[in-house]
């Protein structure tokens, strides 16, 4: 049930936390020993409930996140744009653009006037930028409207706003995070630094993060 266009990751939170409930009356599983085990979102969603239920006993993170989503999400664009090829003055530029569009959004108090405010902004980008286009094959009111239907999304919004990091500092079972070193979905170095450093402000002992090489953020074995 539910509307999943309108979910956010933490409704998808309330579902881990009712499978959960769900196997604690199961008289086979033992209910000290259920972990979570989460990928990409999943190590967001994770720490959520562990963080909010005594009845998980451990949690592994696959490429999980310990920035908050907006900087996680122009740190991606970076990294994937240079990879395709994307001249550095077009990836600079983007995200000058992104990274104000993103500050927008994490200020925002109402999705109401979101919006409007990603709307005007865009198109001031647009009016004084000259090397900030609209693709070819698409009027700039047309950009900028799927620019703000993307980015105005209720799981987009909340991505954005959310720092696992916050999340983190409150888990108090035994963690272990492990990313790929070659993943530009979730660049391991910074995010793994955040996630041990938020288990170490939480005084949680029974924290470990390893990068495993040669791994994307699917963690198969890659050369690019």
């Known amino acids: 049930k539910g509307n999943f266009k309108a979910a956010t990751t933490l409704d998808f939170a309330s579902d881990v936390e009712a499978a959960l409930e769900y196997l604690l009356t199961r008289k086979e599983i033992n209910g000290k020993k259920i972990g979570l085990m989460g990928h990409s979102e999943g190590g967001i969603i994770a720490p959520m409930v562990a963080a909010k239920s005594k009845d998980v006993s451990f949690i592994v993170l696959l490429a999980g996140t310990g920035i908050p989503g907006g900087q996680l999400l122009l740190l991606q664009q970076e990294l994937i744009g240079r990879a395709s090829g994307t001249s ?20 925002s108090t109402t999705r109401e006037t979101l919006p409007a405010d990603l709307t005007k902004y865009l ?20 950009f900028v409207d799927a620019q703000v239907k993307q980015t105005t999304s209720p799981w987009m919004v909340y991505f954005i706003k959310h720092d696992p990091a916050v999340t983190l500092t409150k888990v108090k079972c035994p963690v272990l995070a492990v990313n790929g070193g070659k993943d530009l979905q979730v660049p391991p170095e910074i995010n793994l630094e955040a996630i041990d450093a938020a288990l170490k402000k939480a005084g949680n002992k029974n924290g470990s993060t390893k990068e495993l090489p040669g791994l994307n953020h699917l963690f198969q074995e890659c050369t690019t």
């Open 123 to 142: 198109k001031h980008a647009l009016d004084t930028d000259s090397t900030f286009k609209a693709p070819s094959g698409m009027t700039e009111d047309q």
């Open 88 to 107: 550095e003055s077009d990836l600079m530029q983007s995200k000058k653009i992104n990274s104000g569009a993103f500050d927008i959004i994490t200020k």
